[in-house]
């Protein structure tokens, strides 16, 4: 089993990736056939395990390739188990929720209309940096 840590933390391993306010997590994790993977999250995170080659179960729900699978942010929730059955590839994403208003607009996100409209401008006067 490899697991690659972009960003949080998993057994022991930080990825480059830290932040206080939405705690991210990001693991590429490969799975041989019959192997399982659990990594503890908080209740509070939205998290959903991708499947990108292979086929999973997520808790007791097998998911598919080119399928994801929501995990639900109960009170008592204390993590996620993921278990192959063949070779597998998953990636596991979570993070704490902003709850901020989004607005999006091709590549840009932001806040409010009047943030796009400004980072839209912005790009065109050419004032992004390289």
């Given at each position: 089993m490899t697991v690659r840590v972009i960003a949080?933390?998993?057994q022991g391993v930080t990825g480059a990736v830290q932040r206080a306010t939405t705690e991210p997590l990001y693991l590429d994790i490969h799975l041989p056939a019959g192997t399982s993977f659990a990594q503890p999250l908080p209740a509070t995170h939205n998290a959903f395990v991708h499947v990108y080659r292979g086929t999973a179960r997520v808790g007791d729900t097998p998911v598919g390739t080119q399928r994801m699978a929501i995990l639900?942010?109960?009170a008592d929730?204390?993590?996620v188990v993921v278990r192959a059955d063949e070779e597998t590839r998953v990636l596991l994403i979570a993070?704490?929720?902003?709850n901020e208003p989004i607005v999006q607009y091709g590549p840009f996100v932001m806040n409010s209309k009047e943030e796009i409209s400004q980072?839209?401008?912005d790009f065109q006067a050419g004032r992004f940096a390289a």
């Open positions: 949080g933390e998993s639900a942010n109960a929730s204390d993590g993070g704490r929720p902003l980072a839209v401008q």
